[in-house]
């Protein structure tokens, strides 16, 4: 199975910028397609981004469409998520996931076998 680390996380004001990263042990990540979720206080985890095991598509939820980017490095074993333009609303702690179905990209929580620990983004105004 595969291991994942997150790291990057902090406190920024809005409007500035954090990358995140989550780095893979035990397997190669290029055997996943990969994830970030995060859960921010008082509420349920949410999707954020997917893509796919190659790095060719990508996926994201509309509230951060145009501000993040989600990216992987195979060679290196890390999945990025890039966030740009930060908003209080993005406070929360960020989860990578690893699935390793057939499927292309994944946005569901259940459908993901292995989670990081989670980094905290606190954004403020």
């Known amino acids: 199975q595969v291991q994942l680390v997150e790291s990057g996380g902090g406190l920024v004001q809005a409007g500035g910028s954090l990358r995140l990263s989550c780095a893979a042990s035990g397997r190669p990540l290029s055997n996943y397609v990969m994830g970030w979720f995060r859960q921010a206080p008082g509420k349920e985890r949410e999707f954020v981004a997917t893509i796919s095991r190659p790095g060719t598509t990508t996926y994201y939820v509309d509230s951060v469409k145009g501000r993040f980017t989600i990216s992987r490095d195979n060679a290196k074993n890390t999945v990025y998520l890039q966030m740009n333009s930060l908003e209080r609303e993005d406070t929360a702690v960020y989860y990578c996931?690893?699935?390793?179905?057939?499927?292309?990209?994944?946005?569901?929580?259940?459908?993901?076998?292995?989670w990081g620990q989670g980094t905290q983004v606190t954004v403020s105004s």
């Open positions: 996931a690893a699935d390793d179905s057939l499927r292309t990209l994944v946005t569901a929580q259940r459908a993901y076998d292995y």
